[in-house]
C-alpha cells in the first residue's frame, strides 16, 4: 500500500512528540535541611561547604545547644553541626593562601539558653583543609582573647589579595537597626600586618548605607570597592584611592539598600578588568520612615572597564527583566553570570521600615534566575529563557554558590530576629536547601581525569581528560576556567573569581593542556576549582592550589 504524504503528517508528528526533550534548567530540593539559617556560605573542599547563621534557636543540635555552624555534604546533601564559640551572625570570610578558612567580625550578643557564646564582633574563625570527604574530625579553630580583629566590625567584607591574606572592609562597631550609625570605617588584615587599621576616606564618605562593601581584587593588585553609590579604586600598597564615578541614576546598591556586585571574567593575556553592579534601590529618602517594603527595587545593572579610557567613559547602563533588591550574581565556569535571589520590592534588614511583611522589609520574592553574557551585544546580555522558577523564596540572608559539581547550592532566607517558622507566615527563617542544576548535569560530561595537586604560577600543564563523542568536534570551544567559588552572604559574593586560561585540547582528545595566570595578582594565591567547558558542556572541578600553598602573607 501506498502511503500519501498527507497521511504520513500525522505519523511524523508522534514521532516528533515522542522525541525526549533537551534537558534543560533545574531545582532539586534536597530531602536534608540545613538545620542552620544559611546566611552565609563558603566552599571549602571538593565534598563540602559550611553554613553559618546568629547563634539562636535553630534546630540542628551541638553539645546540648543549638548550633549555628554546620558542614553541608556537596555528595550526599546532608548536613551534620560545627561547633562555633563566637557569633557569627553577618560576618564575611574567605580562603586564604594556605586552602584555611577564616571568618571574620560577627554580632556581639548572645541567645537566652545558651550561655557558652561568645561576642563576634572581634572574632577569627578557622577552618583548616579538611582531608576527610565527610568531614570527620573537621573541626573550626577559635582563641577569642587572643585571635581577634583590631576593631568590632559587623557587617564587614573580606576578600583574598595578591598576597593571600585577607584584607578586611567597613562594618560597624554594634548591632545597627538599618544604617551604619556607629561605623568602622576602616581597613585591616588577616593575618595583622600593623598594629593600627587604616582609616578610610571612601568608607567615611559612603555613610550611612556602606555596609558589606562590595570589593573585588584587581589584577594589578589593588582593590575596587563600591559602597552605597560611590566606588573607588584601593591601592593597599601605597594607601591611596582613586575616587571613580558614582553609581548611575542615584541608585544606592549597599546593605541595608542591597544589590550585588562581580568581578567579570578576567581573559589572558591582559585580563583587563570588568565590574558588573546590578539591582539596589533608586531612592533619595533615607530616614526609614519614608520606606517601605513597597519601595520598588530597580532594574538597572551597571558596568565599567577599569582601564584609564574605560574609566573615563563611566559606567555603561543596563537592565535586569525585573527589579530586584539583594539579588546574587554568581560566574558559571563558561564566563556567564547567574542572577539570582532577591525581591522586587523593599530592603535588607528586619522590621524597619514601613508596612513590613511580617518581619520582612522587603516584599514579591522574584523566583526565576536570569543569565548574564557579558559578551553578548547590549540590550541582549540577560536572558532567563528556560529557567525554572525555585518555589521557594530567597530574600534577606539567603546564600548561594556554585559548588565543585558544577551546580548552585542554594540556602537560607531569614527576615526575622530569631528561628520564625508556622502557618501564615510569608518569608519564614527557611531551612530548605536547593541546588540549580544547569543542563549539563544531565548529559555526558567531559572529565578531567587527574590533576596536580598544586599549580604553580607562569607554568604550562598538560593533564589527562575524556570527551564525548559527540564534543570531540574540530572548532570545539574550548574553555578552561580558574576559579575561587568565594563567600556568599548578603547578596555579595566576595572573593568570587574566574579567570580563563590559555587552553589546548589534542588530537585525540586525550590530553588537555593549559597555562597559569603569571603572578598571585591575576589569581591570588590559594584554593581553585578548575573546570573544563566544551562548547558550554562543563565537567566537574578539579580542586587544586594555586601557588605554593605557603600561609599568608606570600607574594608568589
Request: charged fraction near 15%.
Amino acid at each position: 500500500m501506498k502511503l500519501s504524504s498527507i497521511s504520513l503528517i500525522p505519523l511524523l508528528a508522534s514521532f516528533a512528540a515522542a522525541a525526549p526533550a533537551a534537558p534543560g534548567w533545574r531545582f532539586d530540593l534536597k530531602a536534608e535541611r540545613s538545620g542552620v539559617v544559611a546566611l552565609e556560605a563558603i566552599v571549602v573542599s571538593p565534598t563540602l561547604a559550611i553554613f553559618f547563621d546568629r547563634a539562636s534557636d535553630d534546630p540542628l543540635q551541638i553539645n546540648n545547644h543549638s548550633a549555628w555552624g554546620a558542614l553541608w555534604n556537596l555528595e550526599t546533601s546532608t548536613v551534620k553541626p560545627l561547633d562555633v564559640v563566637t557569633n557569627s551572625f553577618c560576618a564575611s570570610g574567605a580562603l586564604l593562601s594556605n586552602g584555611t578558612m577564616a571568618s571574620v567580625g560577627g554580632d556581639p550578643r548572645g541567645f537566652p539558653g545558651n550561655p557558652d557564646i561568645q561576642p563576634g564582633l572581634t572574632g577569627i574563625r578557622l577552618f583548616e583543609p579538611c582531608a576527610s570527604p565527610t568531614g570527620d574530625g573537621c573541626t573550626l579553630f577559635e582563641d577569642p582573647q587572643n585571635l581577634h580583629l583590631l576593631e568590632p566590625r559587623w557587617y564587614p567584607s573580606s576578600i583574598r589579595i595578591f598576597d593571600g591574606s585577607l584584607l578586611i572592609v567597613g562594618g560597624t562597631h554594634v548591632n545597627e537597626n538599618f544604617y551604619n550609625l556607629h561605623p568602622a570605617n576602616s581597613f585591616e588584615f588577616f593575618p595583622r600586618k600593623e598594629d593600627k587599621p587604616r582609616p578610610s576616606a571612601f568608607l567615611e564618605r559612603s555613610l550611612p548605607a556602606n555596609l558589606f562593601p562590595r570589593i573585588f581584587a584587581l589584577p594589578d593588585g589593588k582593590v575596587f570597592m563600591v559602597a552605597n553609590n560611590q566606588s573607588i579604586i584601593y591601592d593597599i600598597e601605597a594607601n591611596t584611592e582613586e575616587i571613580l564615578p558614582d553609581i548611575p541614576n542615584n541608585v544606592r546598591v549597599t546593605n541595608p539598600i542591597d544589590g550585588s556586585a562581580i568581578l567579570l571574567p578576567l581573559s589572558p593575556p591582559d585580563y583587563i578588568p570588568e565590574v558588573l553592579v546590578c539591582g539596589g534601590t533608586q531612592t533619595d529618602p533615607l530616614d526609614p520612615s519614608q520606606l517601605s517594603s513597597q519601595t520598588p527595587a530597580t532594574t538597572q545593572c551597571s558596568r565599567i572597564t577599569l582601564t584609564e579610557e574605560g574609566i573615563a567613559k563611566g559606567w555603561q547602563v543596563e537592565h535586569m527583566l525585573e527589579p530586584r533588591t539583594m539579588p546574587e550574581l554568581v560566574h558559571l565556569p563558561n564566563g556567564q553570570i547567574l542572577i539570582a535571589n532577591g525581591a522586587r520590592s523593599g530592603f535588607a534588614a528586619i522590621h524597619q521600615v514601613q508596612d513590613p511583611i511580617g518581619n520582612s522589609n522587603s516584599d514579591h520574592a522574584v523566583l526565576v534566575p536570569s543569565l548574564y553574557t557579558p559578551d553578548a551585544p547590549l540590550g541582549q546580555r540577560i536572558s532567563n529563557a528556560g529557567m525554572p522558577s525555585s518555589g521557594i523564596a530567597r530574600v534577606y540572608h539567603s546564600s548561594i554558590t556554585l559548588t565543585p559539581q558544577g551546580n548552585f547550592l542554594i540556602a537560607g532566607s531569614n527576615p526575622n530576629a530569631n528561628t520564625t517558622v508556622g502557618p501564615g507566615i510569608k518569608f519564614p527563617s527557611e531551612f530548605r536547601v536547593q541546588t540549580l542544576d544547569p543542563p549539563f548535569m544531565f548529559v555526558e560530561r567531559p572529565k578531567i581525569l587527574n590533576a596536580p595537586k598544586k599549580l604553580a604560577f607562569g607554568k604550562t600543564f598538560t593533564v589527562p581528560i575524556s570527551v564525548p563523542s559527540n564534543l570531540a568536534r574540530p572548532g570545539a570551544k574550548v574553555q578552561v576556567s580558574l576559579m575561587d567559588l568565594g563567600f556568599s552572604t548578603h547578596a555579595f559574593h566576595s572573593s568570587a573569581r574566574l579567570v580563563f586560561l590559555d587552553a589546548t585540547i589534542s588530537r585525540d582528545h586525550k590530553s588537555l593542556t593549559f597555562t597559569t595566570p603569571p603572578n598571585g595578582r591575576i589569581f591570588p594565591p590559594g584554593p581553585a576549582t578548575v573546570f573544563l567547558t566544551i562548547d558550554d558542556v562543563t565537567s566537574e572541578g578539579a580542586w587544586v592550589m594555586v601557588g605554593s600553598g605557603n600561609p599568608p602573607p606570600t607574594l608568589e
